[in-house]
């Protein structure tokens, strides 16, 4: 059983406020990585971080920012959520540099702005 | 770049029914291929895994196999059960790489 973990689970917010998402891992992996999940299920991937005080941009451009002080924990933070922010997010950890590792996913937060 | 294409959902089969979901790849070099099942309300998890040409990944009864000359890896199960319902997604992650590239995903339905 993956050991990652994320809260909250459901959030409904208004326009216009700041919203940090946490996520946290205790396997000790390097990598981190957050995706926004469409309602029809596609994956894309905003944010992603090698290891402590490493964080990059990823595919998909999102608004939100990451941080990554603490190995064990990846938040996720909008500064001034909007209706089109609306989305699953989905936070994933692996382990190593390279190799054949899979990734280990968060339940997700289901994120409503009004 | 690299990529995965998955048959498009939603399936929908009978209980104990034979499934087979289609995923193809492109990448270079010799990636590491995996399916994701996902339950409703629930993270990815993963289902198998294959690291190179010719193995055969397995588990809760589906299988796949790392067809290096189709660059295929599809997913099946001989006999499927209403648990099963989920969202199933194929995915690689090349050698050197450090992103996981995902499938769109499949939505199996199964009826009693």
């Known amino acids: 059983e993956a050991d990652i973990y994320q809260t909250p689970r459901y959030l409904v917010i208004g326009t216009g406020k700041k919203i940090t998402l946490e996520c946290s891992q205790t396997m000790g992996h390097d990598k981190m990585y957050w995706y926004q999940q469409d309602p029809g299920m596609e994956l894309h991937l905003i944010h992603y971080?090698?290891?402590?005080?490493?964080?990059e941009k990823g595919d998909l451009s999102s608004e939100s920012t990451v941080s990554r002080i603490r190995t064990e924990h990846f938040p996720l933070t909008l500064e001034s959520a909007r209706p089109s922010h609306t989305s699953q997010y989905l936070c994933?950890?692996?382990?190593?540099?390279?190799?054949?590792?899979?990734?280990?996913f968060g339940p997700g937060t289901r994120l409503t702005v009004t | 770049g690299d990529s995965v294409t998955q048959m498009e959902g939603p399936v929908t089969l009978s209980e104990e029914a034979f499934l087979t979901i289609n995923c193809t790849y492109t990448?270079?070099?010799?990636?590491?291929l995996f399916w994701y099942v996902q339950y409703p309300g629930e993270g990815l998890q993963l289902l198998l895994k294959a690291t190179k040409a010719d193995d055969k990944g397995s588990n809760k009864g589906f299988e796949a196999t790392y067809r290096k000359e189709t660059t295929s890896f599809h997913l099946e199960k001989g006999s499927v059960q209403v648990s099963d319902s989920a969202v199933y997604f194929c995915?690689?992650?090349?050698?050197?790489?450090?992103?996981?590239?995902f499938g769109a995903g499949t939505r199996l339905f199964v009826k009693a």
């Open positions: 995915a690689l992650l090349n050698t050197g790489g450090f992103k996981t590239i």
């Open positions: 990448a270079t070099g010799y990636p590491s």
């Open positions: 971080s090698y290891g402590v005080n490493s964080t």
């Open positions: 994933a950890s692996s382990e190593g540099n390279k190799g054949s590792y899979e990734q280990y």
